[in-house]
């Protein structure tokens, strides 16, 4: 008889992270089981239905047979829609052929960017509190994260002289996330100018993570691909879902260093073969059609970041700067006398309002806590009272 024991799993996976959202959703839903209405702030997902004008354009498109594979790097048309709108928005030639490739997500540009070009001991540098897949895939290569902390004295925004001493000769590569995700926090153009000279003098990659530069309120956004001869050091993560409210069309696409680009397809081929057809094809309406969606749905999220930014500080206990970009409040819970983790246990299960402890996104996290504000102002409202009685009860 043979040995019942099952082989052990592979080592990697004991490095490899998650997403704390989906999991606080998963418990959000099990208590909806019981009747119980739930307030969620936990997902970072517009609540907007994709524009009519982009779901048309798939209907064509699956009508028209766009059900196959394409080229891995992308079909071209969307490739040269992207490299316009990259150029005309942050002023910088792309190449459409060589510089852009089309991906299932922007995920897999986090993933692949890493994978392409860092290696087991290198360290890279990235902001913390901060999107927790960042830092997965670097222990995932066996790279080192260096986390840099966002300071609320600071409005979250990562400071050039933190990341100046923080360089050894191990930096590989910078992450930049800008506008923030949990912090809603935007980087100055003179921010983004004095981090490209850092990149430039130490020899470094940037991954620049720019999903939401479409959803900013104050000021304007910067990329680091506008600064002259950062494309060739960049590699710039977008995509789809947030600007267009598609996070289910799977679509998103990486702009910059051609070899690295390369490298990238060439992970695409191995790992997903190429994005879908049909999403390609409506990725070409939404870059090229009307944007008039886009920026109502960003007038909405401002009123909703002002009354969730002006309840969050009317709770004792709770303070919120104003974020300036994305649509995630990122309040200071200290005062509450509880831990960031205990904190949103008990808001989920006494108040039923799903939300996300800030140590989900890192150790300087601790202190605060995220809620996402892509939903409704009626939603934004019930859920704030609720937090205000169970908070006040403590």
């Given at each position: 008889m043979g040995n019942t024991e099952l082989p052990s799993h592979a080592e990697r996976m004991t490095r490899t992270g998650t997403e704390t959202a989906f999991e606080v959703f998963a418990m959000a839903k099990e208590i909806e089981k019981t009747g119980v209405?739930?307030?969620?702030?936990?997902?970072?997902?517009?609540?907007?239905?994709?524009?009519?004008?982009?779901?048309?354009?798939?209907?064509?498109?699956?009508?028209?047979?766009?059900?196959?594979y394409t080229a891995a790097p992308g079909i071209l048309e969307l490739r040269q829609a992207i490299a316009e709108n990259i150029s005309n928005d942050f002023d910088v030639d792309i190449d459409p052929e060589k510089e852009v490739v089309v991906m299932p997500g922007a995920k897999p540009g986090i993933f692949m960017s890493i994978l392409a070009t860092v290696d087991p001991g290198d360290e890279v540098i990235m902001p913390n509190p901060s999107f927790p897949i960042y830092e997965s895939v670097v222990n995932l290569v066996k790279a080192k994260p260096v986390p840099i902390p966002l300071k609320e004295e600071n409005d979250f925004r990562l400071n050039p002289e933190d990341v100046r001493n923080k360089i050894t000769d191990k930096t590989k590569m910078l992450i930049l996330n800008s506008p923030h995700n949990p912090c809603g926090s935007s980087l100055l153009k003179n921010e983004v100018e004095e981090l490209a000279e850092l990149a430039k003098e130490n020899n470094i990659w940037v991954m620049s993570d720019e999903i939401y530069s479409k959803i900013i309120y104050e000021g304007k956004h910067y990329s680091m691909l506008s600064v002259p001869g950062m494309k060739e050091r960049t590699i710039l993560v977008h995509g789809f879902s947030?600007?267009?409210?598609?996070?289910?069309?799977?679509?998103?696409?990486?702009?910059?260093n051609p070899k690295v680009i390369a490298h990238m397809a060439k992970l695409q081929v191995n790992i997903s073969s190429c994005a879908a057809a049909f999403s390609q094809m409506a990725g070409i309406e939404a870059l090229t059609g009307p944007q008039d969606t886009?920026?109502?749905m960003v007038m909405e999220y401002e009123?909703?970041?002002n009354?969730?930014?002006?309840?969050?500080?009317?709770?004792?206990?709770?303070?919120?700067?104003?974020p300036s970009g994305a649509f995630y409040a990122f309040p200071n819970v200290t005062k509450t006398?509880?831990?960031?983790?205990?904190?949103?246990m008990h808001l989920l299960n006494k108040a039923h309002v799903a939300a996300l402890h800030g140590t989900a996104?890192?150790?300087?996290?601790e202190g605060y806590m995220r809620f996402s504000y892509a939903t409704s102002l009626?939603?934004?409202?019930?859920?704030?009272?609720k937090i205000k009685v169970a908070v006040e009860k403590l």
């Open positions: 209405k739930v307030n969620h702030f936990e997902m970072g997902e517009p609540d907007f239905d994709t524009p009519e004008n982009i779901k048309d354009a798939a209907r064509k498109a699956l009508a028209s047979g766009f059900t196959h947030k600007t267009y409210a598609m996070t289910g069309w799977r679509l998103g696409y990486s702009v910059g886009v920026t109502n009123k909703r970041r009354a969730i930014v002006e309840a969050l500080n009317s709770i004792k206990g709770i303070s919120c700067k104003k006398g509880m831990k960031s983790k205990e904190l949103m996104f890192g150790e300087y996290g009626e939603n934004i409202k019930e859920g704030m009272e």
